[in-house]
């Protein structure tokens, strides 16, 4: 199935609109409630077991020992009601957000079977979901993206719009650093008419690190399996044989990205 640049960027457009809707409406802030009775409302920049640094919404910074803290609660922006209190027992916990949202690049080798030797490859992609699913904590969310290879036996890019639901894990409840593991499945729709896209699956494994209380950064190893049709030449007895088929593009490399 072939896609056009008009509208994959339609596809972008309306998938940063929904994040950023929905990350708008889930916006919260956080209150620090001290023993002595003050409070402090705005967002929690840096938490650990030992102190908590609180930013202020008139820009203020304010450090507390986490044994002078009563309670951390989270409030809506948008709403009055306070939520999610939690106690002094899982104070030194990093404040969860329910949604978030994913930008990373790829970059390593591709091979078409039947098609184009080993090749340089790069991907950009975008997700957006929840940080928690079932309770547990596990990135669950749609994207979409853009790979490109570059063939060195035709000289030309191969282009694929990969759209698929994401899975990823990480635990940094506890830790500021984890490891993570994520798992992408789809369709990859393509935008050369020498080719037609297939069903992918991309697993990828590495480290994540939160750096501020929004911003988290990950990276790890790859490998990616995907399924396409096109023009295939194939070694047999005689010589080789060009026909068209379906076969499999098989790539691996380096991942990094950010999510906040």
């Given at each position: ?5 008009q ?26 409630v ?9 967002e ?10 609180i ?49 990373d ?15 340089p ?6 997700s ?96 990616r399996t995907?399924?396409?049709s ?19 593009i098989?790539?691996f ?5 950010v999510?906040?």
């Amino acid at each position: 199935m072939k896609i056009t640049l008009q509208q994959f960027a339609l596809i972008l457009i309306l998938l940063f609109f929904f994040a950023f809707n929905a990350y708008a409406q889930e916006t919260r802030l956080d209150k620090v409630v001290l023993k002595t009775g003050e409070s402090y409302v705005g967002e929690i920049v840096v938490q650990t077991p030992e102190i908590i640094l609180i930013k202020t919404k008139d820009g203020g910074r304010f450090q507390f020992p986490l044994t002078s803290v009563r309670s951390i609660e989270k409030k809506s922006a948008n709403a009055t009601e306070l939520s999610v209190n939690d106690s002094l027992n899982t104070a030194n916990q990093l404040p969860p957000e329910i949604f978030c949202l994913m930008i990373d690049l790829s970059g390593g080798l591709s091979k078409g079977i039947f098609s184009y030797p080993w090749s340089p490859a790069g991907e950009v992609s975008m997700s957006f979901g929840t940080k928690e699913l079932l309770g547990k904590t596990i990135f669950a969310g749609l994207g979409v993206g853009y790979k490109v290879t570059s063939t060195k036996s035709t000289s030309e890019m191969t282009g694929f719009i990969p759209v698929f639901i994401r899975m990823q894990s990480f635990n940094l409840k506890k830790y500021r650093t984890a490891p993570y593991l994520s798992l992408d499945a789809g369709y990859a729709f393509s935008t050369n008419s020498k080719y037609g896209g297939g069903t992918f699956a991309k697993l990828s494994a590495g480290i994540i690190h939160k750096m501020t209380y929004k911003l988290t950064a990950f990276g790890g190893l790859y490998v990616r399996t995907q399924g396409f049709s096109g023009k295939l030449t194939q070694p047999v007895d005689a010589g080789e044989v060009t026909y068209v088929g379906n076969s499999s593009i098989n790539d691996f490399g380096l991942k990094v990205g950010v999510q906040f």
